[in-house]
């Protein structure tokens, strides 16, 4: 199933609300939204209107089908694990999300023990989660 721009456009602004969340981008989590954002070839218009969503509640009402919701965590994840460590901030924001979608942080593949994010599974997953990405976002 593939994503609507606008739905990929949200995931995307969600996951760099999580990569700002504990204050201080790492240089690894800078490098894996810029991959997320080559994948899927946002534009500088869509940049725009990214930088314009302030309400974490509003975007993620618009995060609809589970396919867009699995995106989005598998996305979350991947920024969060990047630096190599889970941050505490990082892992409120991700359960925060993931209760909001209706979510269990107990069935998603890549927590270990409810909430502690399996950081060397997610880092083996790169590859397998941005292919995924680049295949399921449309244009339009």
Known sequence: MALSRNEFIDILTIVNYLAH??????PAEKKVLIATFKAG??????????KGKSSLEEM??????DHAKQTLIDLLALVA??????????RVVMVKVMKKLGMSPDEYRFF????DLDVPAVRAAV??????LKTQVTSG
């Open 41 to 50: 070839a946002v534009t500088p218009e869509e940049q725009g209107r990214m």
């Open 21 to 26: 969340s504990d204050g201080d981008m790492h």
């Open 112 to 115: 270990k023990d409810g909430q």
């Open 81 to 90: 694990s990047s630096d190599g460590k889970f941050e505490e901030e990082e």
């Open 60 to 65: 993620l009402q618009e995060i609809q089908t």
């Open 127 to 132: 590859m397998e989660i941005l292919r995924d």
